[in-house]
């Protein structure tokens, strides 16, 4: 089965995605339910307090006994999730158009330098491929009858959605698990493990980064 099998959108949720909540359900139009699987929240109850993202990471290393990483490793899982994401956001698009368009720059897709990334959480999905040129504005799009006709709202809701809410929506999905399916096979549990872990925390580790250069680890 392809991976565009499992892209995002084949309907956005109306009322959840106007309560910055989005859902996003399958081909079949449900969601698969699964098992939560170990979380670590970097954020304490009072949300003012970042708790090392990267102690964490050692912690759950130490605590899977899982040892010979590269010195980078916690970057390359952080880029590999971040990689993924984007290609389901990519597939999703594709699927709603009636043309082909191209990827979003690689510096781009591969940059996970905290500041950077700061800058696009607030950004919908429309903002980001308008600004690197890769679809003209929502409003052209829809003018120039780039979308299929049964899936505009589709569309218009996927473009109007900030990335922060669809990090939620790829963790709740189907793709997410056959992301993590695929990664077992081809690199063992233990990446899955730590895959698992960066994606649950990604979101915050960009949102409230900034304080971590500022900490001493735990």
């Avoid at 003018?143 to 669809?166: A, P, S």
């Amino acid at each position: 089965m392809s991976y565009s099998t499992y892209s995002f959108p084949t309907h956005l949720n109306k009322e959840e995605n106007q309560n910055q909540n989005s859902n996003i359900i399958n081909n079949s139009g449900i969601i698969t339910s699964f098992q939560e699987e170990e979380k670590y929240n970097l954020i304490d109850q009072n949300k003012n307090k970042i708790i090392s993202f990267y102690s964490k990471f050692k912690y759950l290393c130490c605590k899977y006994k899982i040892d010979n990483l590269r010195k980078n490793h916690i970057d390359i899982i952080i880029k590999k999730v971040k990689i993924k994401l984007f290609k389901g956001i990519h597939e999703s698009i594709k699927y709603c158009l009636n043309i082909n368009i191209n990827r979003l720059p690689q510096n781009f897709i591969i940059n996970i330098k905290i500041e950077y990334n700061q800058l696009y959480l607030d950004k919908t999905i429309g903002e980001i491929y308008s600004e690197f040129g890769v679809l003209p504005t929502l409003k052209e799009i829809i003018e120039k009858k780039m979308v299929k006709k049964d899936k505009t709202e589709i569309f218009i809701l996927l473009m109007n959605t900030k990335l922060i809410n669809i990090i939620n929506i790829y963790l709740m999905s189907d793709l997410f698990i056959y992301d993590k399916k695929k990664l077992e096979k081809k690199s063992g549990l233990n990446d899955v493990i730590l895959f698992n872990f960066v994606a649950n925390n990604i979101r915050d580790y960009f949102q409230y980064g900034k304080s971590i250069s500022n900490k001493n680890n735990d």
